[in-house]
């Protein structure tokens, strides 16, 4: 190695010895191979078990190895997996700290002058603001003709996710636009993932977690050549090269609003511009659904109830 790697090997080590494990994975993600991200992952959403597990037990919750795990530590720029979990402690017991406690509690509703209704819209709009400035409008663009373009859509949602994923299905419909969705987890998933090809779209609710059947989703759309459209919070570092567009959809640390009121407006807009893309198929298809709903009130009307 000469001089100057040398020196960029360290720039680049003092560079991440300033970032958080976040901002760590963040910066070496597009460098690590799934297992390590498997593991990154681990470490990012469940820090507080990591602490005191050891590199067999963490390869063990990761399904990976004790060598990745040690190897994904010195990829984030540890020296190895006790400086790590060093870290991770700091971390909780900033969290945790008085402080920190004190700081939360007066955060909470009806603690200061400002209302919770108050406090609700400023963490909504927090939400929403964040979300546009992280929007690319080009990356909004593909997702809407993604949707657009496909034979079938099937939105995927676990947990409070299915509910939006559920409202893309019934929205879609309307348009004249097949469309399904499904909560399924497990087993129960590959029956939604059978018949999907090519021409079709997946729409990923996945907020901020990484599931071991999401891997099986997108290995399989890859296989078939269906695009897939990711709608999270922070996944998109993770896995945002295995899918067609990613749509960040930001959350808060408040936490009083819902998580999926973030991908509910964004859904909105992706369905204004789906509409827009082809605005006649869709008032065909609402014509037809206002006729279907007049005839099914004639059928349920008085006259029909007295005869009964």
Do not use: C
């Not at 540890?78 to 955060?107: C, D, I, M, N």
Request: proline share 3%; hydrophobic share 40%; aromatic share 2%.
């Amino acid at each position: 190695m000469t001089t100057g790697e040398r020196q960029n090997k360290s720039a680049a080590a003092d560079e991440l010895a300033s970032l958080s494990l976040a901002e760590r994975i963040a910066a070496r993600v597009a460098t690590m191979s799934r297992a390590e991200r498997r593991v990154a992952e681990f470490l990012r959403t469940r820090g507080s078990d990591a602490i005191f597990a050891t590199a067999q037990q963490i390869g063990a919750a990761t399904q990976t190895s004790d060598a990745t795990v040690v190897r994904t530590a010195k990829t984030l720029g540890y020296s190895g997996l006790q400086e790590l979990r060093h870290s991770l402690g700091k971390q909780v017991v900033a969290a945790t700290s008085p402080l920190a406690q004190l700081r939360k509690r007066l955060e909470r509703p009806g603690s200061q002058a400002t209302s919770l209704l108050s406090q609700v819209f400023a963490e909504a709009t927090d939400r929403l603001t964040e979300t546009a400035r992280r929007m690319a409008d080009a990356d909004f663009d593909l997702a809407v003709e993604a949707i657009a373009n496909a034979r079938e859509v099937i939105g995927i949602g676990v947990g409070p996710s299915e509910l939006t994923a559920r409202y893309l299905e019934l929205k879609l419909n309307r348009m004249g636009r097949p469309a399904r969705s499904t909560g399924a987890t497990g087993f129960r998933l590959a029956d939604d993932l059978l018949t999907l090809t090519g021409e079709d779209t997946l729409v990923l609710y996945w907020p901020t977690r990484l599931r071991n059947e999401m891997e099986v989703v997108l290995d399989h759309a890859q296989a078939v050549g269906a695009r897939t459209v990711l709608m999270s919070d922070s996944l998109g570092p993770l896995i945002g090269d295995r899918v067609s567009v990613v749509l960040p959809a930001a959350h808060s640390a408040g936490d009083i609003v819902g998580e999926g009121m973030t991908t509910q407006v964004l859904t909105d807009a992706v369905l204004a511009g789906v509409r827009a893309h082809d605005e006649r198929r869709a008032t065909r298809a609402h014509e037809l659904l206002t006729d279907l709903r007049t005839s099914l009130s004639q059928v349920n009307g008085p006259s029909q109830r007295r005869r009964r």
